[in-house]
């Protein structure tokens, strides 16, 4: 069953996620886009550094070709936000990349993005999946197949992508007050995007996992606190002012502060959407996926700006950015973009932004927490994974759909139903639970003004899921 699923299709390489698998998501992308009127304009093709992935790119975009459809290959491992930018920036008809993000090293997959250069919509997403069992009701099996060499192009993506950041970062304030930060590829697509901008603006910056691995050390490349022990020892450690982290496709972030304390994403997110609007000075509201800090609400509401709330994907916060309506999209796995950006999360431009924060304001980041913290008052935040075996599915629905009046003595004043089961509670702390849509797993999300109210939160979770 191929199945896109919150962020592209993704599954274990040699399983499910084969040669033959990938040349016939191709053809039904290649359908789908001659249905749409976009078989004249290139299709951007990408890939990130797992286990053959550079070679599933080649298979996927000689379909593509086969179909008189023109590709533009990447010439090395490229980040999800640069391929999104290159589909704008070119006006391309779309983009196939091959990335499973920060899954563990045993899974590849493949996104496709339609010309808005965002994640593709579900609506896209399952006319493909109807192409797709159309063709395996047909029996059909793409042989092995070289690309139409006069439809393909290669091209360098880093140039005119770095180019652009020019005119959302300051380059200049970071080129004024240089610091020693250390930065985390994670093995990733990242390299060079990152450390690079920084050392060009002289800043020191010493780069931890920077070479090609796809196993990725063992571990999975999230730019987690969990899976990154190493680089916060490396922070502290190495006295930096600032640890800066990618994911595996560099669409995900990771800030470690002074001292090698993990900040977590909520938190990042807060701090970027007050220094867009107090700094920069941009126009518009915020949105934020369900499961994302209620920081954000409280800012909103200190500067009159109003707040978006969507499903958990992407997709949903990039038609925003999109429509230039925020000023920030933010998700709380790590996903950000600002307003004149790709519609896409972008891990790069995140990490920049708070080198550029901390350069301006001359503060570390728990130091900006601090301040952030009186001006609306403190919210912690966290999330747990818990596996979905096949009976906890079964009773899940049953369990999500009882909506108690009260959780741990507090009255539940909404239920959000928009993606998962949210409940919000009388002082603004809330708990939603929602399965996962990569992983075998239901994640539990919580928040509250205390980590002993979380503690309390996470107890009374898990007992209304009966764990």
Not at 179 to 195: F, P
Request: hydrophobic content about 40%.
């Amino acid at each position: 069953m191929i199945k896109f699923g919150t962020s592209g299709w993704r599954a274990v390489i040699a399983d499910e996620f084969t040669f033959a698998n990938v040349r016939l998501v191709a053809l039904a992308i290649a359908q789908y886009l001659k249905e749409g009127g976009l078989a004249n304009r290139e299709v951007v093709v990408g890939y990130d550094t797992r286990f053959m992935s550079n070679f599933f790119a080649k298979a996927a975009g000689a379909v593509l070709t086969k179909e008189r459809i023109p590709v533009l290959y990447s010439t090395r491992d490229v980040p999800t936000p640069v391929i999104a930018f290159t589909i704008i920036d070119r006006k391309a008809g779309g983009a196939i990349n091959i990335t499973a993000s920060h899954n563990p090293p045993r899974y590849n997959g493949l996104k496709f993005s339609p010309p808005s250069g965002a994640p593709a919509p579900p609506q896209v997403t399952q006319a493909i999946e109807t192409k797709i069992r159309n063709l395996q009701k047909k029996g059909v099996q793409l042989e092995p197949l070289e690309p139409e060499e006069s439809l393909c192009q290669e091209a360098d993506l880093a140039p005119t992508y770095i180019q652009d950041l020019e005119t959302k970062v300051d380059f200049p304030a970071l080129a004024a007050s240089p610091q020693k930060v250390a930065y985390n590829a994670l093995w990733g697509t990242g390299r060079g995007y990152v450390d690079q901008v920084l050392k060009d603006a002289g800043w020191r910056v010493d780069v931890m996992h920077g070479e090609v691995n796809p196993l990725f050390g063992g571990r999975r490349p999230e730019p987690s606190e969990e899976e990154m022990p190493d680089f916060l020892e490396m922070v502290r450690e190495g006295n930096y002012i600032l640890g800066l982290a990618t994911d595996g496709d560099a669409d995900r972030f990771g800030i470690v502060d002074k001292g090698g304390r993990f900040v977590t994403a909520n938190h990042v997110l807060a701090l970027v959407f007050r220094y867009l609007v107090e700094e920069k000075g941009l126009e518009g509201g915020v949105v934020r996926s369900v499961a994302t800090t209620h920081l954000l609400d409280r800012l909103a509401h200190h500067y009159g700006r109003p707040v978006y709330e969507t499903p958990v994907g992407f997709k949903f916060v990039g038609e925003y950015i999109l429509e230039n309506r925020v000023v920030m999209g933010g998700e709380e796995s790590a996903g950000l973009s600002i307003k004149g950006h790709v519609p896409e999360k972008d891990g790069i431009i995140a990490c920049l932004l708070m080198a550029e924060m901390v350069a301006k304001k001359g503060a570390t980041v728990g130091e900006l927490l601090e301040d952030l913290f009186l001006l609306v008052g403190p919210l912690y935040s966290r999330r747990i994974n818990i596996p979905l075996t096949p009976e906890f599915k079964r009773e899940l629905p049953q369990k999500l759909a009882a909506h108690p009046s009260q959780v741990a003595g507090l009255k539940v004043t909404d239920v959000v139903t928009v993606d998962g089961t949210k409940l919000v509670l009388e002082d603004g702390s809330w708990l939603l639970f929602r399965p996962s849509g990569t992983e075998p797993l239901v994640r539990l999300y919580l928040e509250a003004e205390s980590q002993k109210r979380l503690d309390i939160l996470e107890e009374a979770g898990k007992k209304l899921l009966g764990i």
